[in-house]
């Protein structure tokens, strides 16, 4: 899954891609290098970020899924008129990191459309999420939130096989937490439903490498994670250097299979 964000703020590239030619140039791009689906969002999720509301989330995002007409494409949103209208111009995923939490309507577009839907964990609100996250054990507080959000899902008809899962990375996470929800991941898989990770620049990868202030991290080390992230069963990575990643993963599943070809 490649990142498409058509926003003045997201955390690793943020501005490079407001006018529309540009951000739809770059989803070409992406499916150009590899990218089975392209995730476009027009609101910041970073620590800290300034929520935008809807008209304005539908201005930065509907030139840009109409430009990329003919493209598998997931619209990030927790909002259900900018998923209504996204599900209207194709999107094939509704990628809403509250899992149905942030729109009492969301539910319910996905549910009357054809769609997959992302679930993903968040501890907090994206404002104030890195303020004090706490858990009495990471794994099965995640696994919890899922499996409750899964039921909810299918109770409001959604159909289970519509569904994927995603620990959310950095949201609401220490360095620590994500580590250990990506070296654990093998718990999340065992819910029967494909997993989804976003680890790509993110700043725990900085971290690592020895900034406690880090608020990104390198190509190098995304790749380094997706491909630990793989390893372990991960069914899709969300990243922003599609190219790096693809060529990482197919030597990963080659390895896996002992054989050059599938
Ligand atoms: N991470 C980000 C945004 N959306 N969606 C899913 N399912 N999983 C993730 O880990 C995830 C996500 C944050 O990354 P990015 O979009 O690059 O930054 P920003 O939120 O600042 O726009």
Known sequence: MGVVNVTPDSFSDGGLFMAPADAIEHGQRLVAEGAAIVDVGGESTRPGAVAVDADEELRRVVPVLEGLAGVSVSIDTSKAAVARRALELGAELVNDITALRGDPEMAAVVAGSDAYVCLMHMQGEPRTMQAAPHYDDVVSDVLGFLEERIAFAVECGIREERIC???????????????????????????????LVGVSRKSTLGTILGDPGATTGTVSASVGAAVAAFERGAWM???HDVRETVEALAVAAAVGRGQVTV
């Open 165 to 195: 899962v995603d620990p959310g990375i950095g949201f609401g996470k220490t360095p620590d937490q994500n580590l250990e929800l990506l070296r654990r991941l093998d718990a999340l898989v065992a819910l029967g439903r494909p997993v």
């Open 237 to 239: 990575l969300r990243v």
